[in-house]
């Protein structure tokens, strides 16, 4: 099956490691390219025309195109235009895609779509799974982390994770957070029952893994149990990887304000590309068998 892909383009350094990052998954997956770019309506730099900054958008999406036309022709990539809210925009065309991948730059502004708080408020709304690149990726690592959590919401990210792991022929670490929850002391008193609590997680752990070598059993797969906060310790586990996935609780308000704290923090400190997957994930394919019923 044929992916489909919208890469976020805007011309600045972070657009350029998400097209490479998508480029490189163009090696080995079949895949269809749309480099997407989104003019603001209504802004405008210095109070001048709020169509001043299209050419400079259009020429970006040009740019990238030619690149891939020139230096991947085994790529046949499209430039779309896109006009109005970036978030609502890329939220948009996510409903069609498999794959939405952003670049990011967390450490100074970027003047274009991809700046700010777009790629968490991006990954909490977007249809598809959502990649966040951080600029000046380069391939590597010799794994893929993926975080397990306790809510119910993991079989999406997990297959996602052994997916990628299969592919790319490295071994997928599980990684399992967990802490006293801070009313524990009130209800039990003086005595935290630590066995009792370290069981439960070491069991939500063990679940996945079983999934896992179930589902697939060509995964070289092992698990890691961390005392402590869950984003520092997906991090952490993260720095060798070459991609970690992370799971978040699906669209909504609350979603739209806080993504999921774990997600949001690992996404304000990737140590390398993430992957959000959405709790219900359809693919593009089965969203246009869909929509022709």
């Not at 489909?4 to 895949?31: F, N």
Request: proline content about 6%; some cysteine; glycine content about 8%.
């Amino acid at each position: 099956m044929v992916e489909r892909v919208i890469v976020a383009v805007d011309g600045g350094p972070a657009s350029r490691a998400a097209l490479d990052w998508a480029l490189a998954r163009a090696e080995d997956v079949p895949l269809s390219l749309e480099l997407t770019t989104v003019v603001e309506l209504g802004w405008s730099p210095v109070g001048g025309p709020e169509d001043d900054f299209q050419p400079v958008y259009e020429r970006a999406l040009a740019e990238a195109t030619r690149f891939v036309a020139q230096n991947v022709p085994a790529v046949k990539a499209t430039g779309v235009v896109r006009r109005g809210v970036p978030v609502d925009e890329l939220v948009r065309a996510s409903s069609a895609a498999d794959l939405l991948v952003i670049g990011t730059n967390k450490t100074s502004a970027l003047a274009g779509a991809v700046h700010g708080t777009l790629p968490l408020r991006l990954a909490a709304h977007a249809h598809s799974a959502v990649v966040v690149v951080p600029a000046g990726w380069v391939a590597g690592g010799d794994r893929v982390v993926v975080g397990i959590e306790d809510d119910g919401t993991m079989d999406a990210p997990l297959d996602v994770a052994a997916a990628e792991a299969t592919r790319r022929a490295v071994p997928l670490e599980l990684v399992h957070a967990w802490s006293i929850p801070a009313t524990l002391g009130v209800d039990y008193g003086a005595a935290v029952p630590f066995d009792a609590l370290i069981e439960a997680h070491e069991d939500i752990l063990a679940r996945a893994l079983e999934r896992v070598r179930a589902q697939h059993p060509a995964v070289d797969a092992s698990a890691t149990l961390v005392q402590g906060a869950a984003a520092p310790a997906l991090v952490e586990a993260a720095g060798r990887a070459a991609l970690l996935v992370v799971g978040t609780h699906g669209r909504g308000a609350v979603a739209g304000l806080i993504l999921g704290s774990v997600s949001h923090d690992v996404l304000l400190n990737m140590p390398c590309p993430v992957v959000v997957v959405p709790r219900s994930r359809p693919t593009a394919e089965s969203q246009r068998s869909g929509a022709s019923e």
